[in-house]
T-cell receptor, first 115, second 114 residues
Framework: DTEVTQTPKHLVMGMTNKKSLKCEQH?????MYWYKQKAKKPPELMFVYSYEKLSINESVPSRFSPECPNSSLLNLHLHALQPEDSALYLC??????????????FGPGTRLTVL | AQSVTQPDIHITVSEGASLELRCNYSYGATPYLFWYVQSPGQGLQLLLK??????LVQGIKGFEAEFKRSQSSFNLRKPSVHWSDAAEYFCAVGAYSSASKIIFGSGTRLSIRP
């Protein structure tokens, strides 16, 4: 089973709201990722967690706050977002942290709209 | 640093026709190469990957890709496309020592003509 699940599927929020995106995998993977994808563009890496610790932050604004409570779960907390943050947010996981060769498996994404 | 180029932004082929999507990479050592497909509003699905060994790689949904080191290419092929193959296709390259990062190409949108 190579399934990564994400909730919610769609999210609409105002600029003053606080919301969270959730990602879950039960494949025993020890690396988890958040990507942001704008329309007609490739995914852009935001964060990487390796063994539940933040290992890469691609200079993402602090209004995005990741959290990895355990090896199966990854959250992205959102606060005071801007309309330009509207995008598809993708979660991915891979078996072995620290190896760019490792295959990443993606979830279906959360479509976020910021009003 | 590695990079990926997908020279074709949009390709249209007739249903039943053959398909080849181009991917060129830049990396000093042996790259690790991937093809992903994304249907509208969906996540990315792995079609196939190349790490080492046989340079012709078989994937899901009838796709294959060939690694050509001399041309720095990893082109995706399918002998006969179906309407359901209409999607965005991303080539990606990773490196063993690049700390979990893979680099995506800009994508090729595939349309199918009935």
């Amino acid at each position: 089973d190579t399934e990564v699940t994400q909730t919610p599927k769609h999210l609409v929020m105002g600029m003053t709201n606080k919301k969270s995106l959730k990602c879950e995998q039960h494949m025993g993977h020890r690396a988890m990722y958040w990507y942001k994808q704008k329309a007609k563009k490739p995914p852009e890496l935001m964060f990487v967690y390796s063994y539940e610790k933040l290992s890469i932050n691609e200079s993402v604004p602090s209004r995005f706050s990741p959290e990895c409570p355990n090896s199966s779960l990854l959250n992205l907390h959102l606060h005071a977002l801007q309309p330009e943050d509207s995008a598809l947010y993708l979660c991915a996981s891979s078996l072995l942290p620290g190896q760019g060769a490792d295959t990443q498996y993606f979830g279906p994404g959360t479509r976020l709209t910021v009003l | 640093a590695q990079s990926v180029t997908q020279p074709d932004i949009h390709i249209t082929v007739s249903e039943g026709a053959s398909l080849e999507l181009r991917c060129n990479y830049s990396y000093g050592a042996t790259p690790y190469l991937f093809w992903y497909v994304q249907s509208p509003g969906q996540g990315l699905q792995l079609l196939l990957k190349y790490f080492s060994g046989d340079t012709l790689v078989q994937g899901i949904k009838g796709f294959e890709a060939e690694f050509k080191r001399s041309q720095s290419s990893f082109n995706l092929r399918k002998p006969s496309v179906h309407w359901s193959d209409a999607a965005e296709y991303f080539c990606a390259v990773g490196a063993y020592s690049s700390a979990s990062k893979i680099i995506f190409g800009s994508g090729t949108r595939l349309s199918i003509r009935p």
